[in-house]
């Protein structure tokens, strides 16, 4: 067993830092405060060669690793989660999906112009009556010839009016005896006639990242543009997840590490009766927790991207790794708040944007109440984790990519 990174996971991680730092910092909190978020961050990220993390080098990814994606994952989110939702959308849930799941023509196809970041992918599972009941969505694709015509709508969708194209999941057969086998998974280009976006207002956290819904009225896609064989599109759909969640457990030990940051740096220079509150045991403990939660949460995550770079299937780790990050977050974002006092209450300090932020990562790709239920099914013996008839090329990415 060897738990060290690698000198190109730690130029990675420089990288990504600097990233955060210099282009989703600035003017962050005012973004944040107007609900706005910033045109340029995907055409930045692109250039940068992030949207390209984690795919291979034949499609003109970064042909790095997976830990790799995990590693920006955690960076991004160090600075702002709207960063890491893109890197979540993008690269977990459409990239990494269509690399499992696509032909060699349709990976021919897609990936590379999604590797260079001249064009962004997002996710379409959920919709305004099936959430964590993905198995119930109605969003209708009939067959009608070569095509395919899509009817419905899905809601919380990241970028949803950025993205170009979407990896979104309808019923194909409504029919089906098994409701999971009845549905299929398709690539959907927003230009497509019948297809709009609308953003939604009023979030709580995630401010400076766009979310919204979009609709399909006779939307036309073609059968080329279907993922995987017509009746796997829950499948599809579940693996997509398996990356989505990868990606924010990394995000979530991001914001732990901000919290952390911050908290230290505070208690340092904020004193009571003469000496800092880092001299304080009960302020000792916050932080304590806050090191203690990286530290799980990195080995956590790590361990998952190893899982993926040798091709084991890992359903069970990841929404272990989801779940105990996520709620790690949240405790280290009150905690920070904690330390930080009334000042901690305001925008003045990144620790409340960070407590919004984190809520978020509770609920969605899989709320807190799904994971415990899975890892209470799998340790009771009800759910099985036998090996993926489809998993994503191992690396060093060869030929099979
Ligand atoms: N990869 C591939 N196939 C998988 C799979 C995986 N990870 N997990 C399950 N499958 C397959 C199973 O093998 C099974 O196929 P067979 O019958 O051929 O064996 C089939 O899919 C059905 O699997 P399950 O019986 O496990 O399905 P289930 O009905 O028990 O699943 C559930 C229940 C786990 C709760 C699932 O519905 C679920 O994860 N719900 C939560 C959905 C979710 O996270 N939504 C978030 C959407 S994204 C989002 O939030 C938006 C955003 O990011 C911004």
Same mark, same amino acid.
């Given at each position: 067993?060897?738990?060290? #990174?690698?000198?190109?996971?730690d130029?990675?991680?420089?990288?990504?830092?600097?990233?955060?730092?210099?282009?989703?910092?600035?003017?962050?909190?005012?973004?944040d405060?107007?609900? *706005?978020?910033?045109?340029?961050?995907?055409?930045?990220?692109?250039?940068?060669?992030l949207?390209?993390?984690?795919?291979?080098?034949?499609?003109?990814?970064?042909?790095?690793?997976?830990?790799?994606?995990g590693?920006?994952?955690?960076?991004?989110?160090r $600075?702002?989660?709207?960063?890491?939702?893109?890197?979540?959308?993008?690269?977990? #849930?459409?990239c990494?999906?269509?690399?499992?799941?696509?032909?060699?023509?349709?990976?021919?196809?897609?990936?590379?112009?999604?590797?260079?970041?001249?064009?962004?992918?997002?996710?379409?599972?959920?919709?305004?009556?099936?959430?964590?009941?993905?198995?119930?969505?109605?969003?209708?694709?009939?067959? /009608?010839?070569? *095509?395919?015509?899509?009817?419905? &709508?899905?809601?919380?969708? /990241?970028?949803?009016?950025?993205?170009?194209?979407?990896?979104v999941?309808?019923?194909?057969?409504?029919?089906? /005896?098994?409701?999971?086998?009845?549905?299929?998974?398709?690539?959907?280009?927003?230009?497509?006639?019948?297809?709009? /976006?609308?953003? %939604?207002?009023?979030k709580?956290?995630?401010?400076?990242?766009?979310?919204?819904?979009?609709?399909?009225?006779?939307?036309?896609?073609?059968?080329?543009?279907? #993922?995987?064989?017509?009746?796997?599109?829950?499948?599809?759909?579940?693996?997509?997840?398996?990356?989505?969640?990868?990606?924010?457990?990394?995000?979530?030990? $991001?914001? %732990?590490?901000?919290?952390?940051?911050?908290?230290?740096?505070?208690?340092?220079?904020?004193?009571?009766?003469?000496?800092?509150?880092?001299?304080?045991?009960?302020?000792? &403990?916050?932080?304590?927790?806050?090191? &203690? $939660?990286?530290?799980? $949460?990195?080995?956590?995550?790590?361990?998952?991207?190893?899982?993926?770079?040798?091709?084991?299937?890992?359903?069970?780790?990841?929404?272990l790794?989801?779940?105990?990050?996520?709620?790690?977050?949240?405790?280290?974002?009150?905690?920070?708040?904690?330390?930080?006092?009334?000042?901690?209450?305001?925008? *003045?300090?990144?620790?409340?944007?960070?407590?919004?932020?984190?809520r978020?990562?509770?609920?969605?790709?899989?709320?807190?109440?799904?994971?415990?239920?899975? &890892?209470?099914?799998y340790?009771?013996?009800?759910?099985?984790?036998?090996?993926?008839?489809?998993?994503?090329?191992?690396?060093?990415?060869?030929?099979?990519?």
């Open positions: 067993m060897d738990f060290s #990174l690698t000198r190109e996971h130029m990675i991680r420089e990288m990504a830092r600097k990233f955060a730092d210099q282009e989703i910092t600035p003017g962050l909190a005012e973004r405060r107007a609900h *706005e978020s910033d045109p340029d961050t995907l055409r930045k990220m692109g250039a940068a060669g949207l390209g993390i984690g795919i291979p080098g034949k499609y003109d990814g970064s042909d790095t690793d997976y830990i790799s994606l590693i920006v994952c955690e960076e991004l989110e $600075g702002d989660t709207s960063a890491r939702v893109v890197m979540s959308v993008h690269s977990g #849930l459409h990494l999906t269509t690399l499992q799941w696509g032909t060699p023509e349709q990976k021919m196809r897609w990936l590379p112009p999604l590797a260079r970041g001249e064009k962004v992918g997002a996710f379409g599972l959920t919709e305004p009556d099936a959430g964590s009941d993905a198995v119930n969505i109605k969003t209708r694709a009939e067959r /009608s010839g070569d *095509e395919y015509i899509l009817n419905g &709508q899905k809601t919380w969708i /990241s970028l949803a009016d950025y993205a170009d194209q979407f990896l999941v309808a019923v194909t057969d409504p029919n089906a /005896s098994n409701k999971a086998k009845g549905m299929s998974a398709f690539i959907v280009n927003r230009h497509t006639p019948g297809f709009s /976006s609308r953003a %939604i207002k009023g709580l956290g995630v401010r400076a990242g766009n979310t919204g819904e979009i609709f399909f009225d006779n939307v036309r896609v073609s059968a080329a543009d279907r #993922l995987g064989e017509e009746g796997d599109g829950f499948k599809v759909a579940m693996s997509a997840l398996d990356h989505g969640r990868y990606t924010v457990a990394a995000g979530a030990v $991001g914001i %732990i590490t901000a919290c952390l940051e911050a908290s230290v740096r505070y208690a340092n220079d904020r004193k009571v009766g003469g000496e800092p509150i880092g001299r304080k045991q009960l302020v000792q &403990q916050m932080i304590a927790k806050m090191a &203690q $939660g990286r530290d799980i $949460g990195r080995l956590l995550y790590y361990q998952v991207g190893w899982m993926k770079n040798v091709g084991l299937r890992h359903t069970r780790e990841v929404s790794a989801k779940w105990t990050n996520c709620n790690t977050a949240f405790e280290a974002a009150n905690d920070a708040i904690e330390i930080h006092g009334a000042y901690g209450f305001t925008d *003045e300090f990144p620790v409340e944007r960070h407590f919004r932020n984190s978020g990562a509770v609920i969605y790709e899989g709320t807190r109440e799904i994971h415990q239920l899975m &890892q209470a099914e340790a009771l013996g009800y759910r099985s984790d036998r090996p993926l008839d489809r998993v994503l090329p191992t690396y060093p990415f060869g030929e099979n990519a």
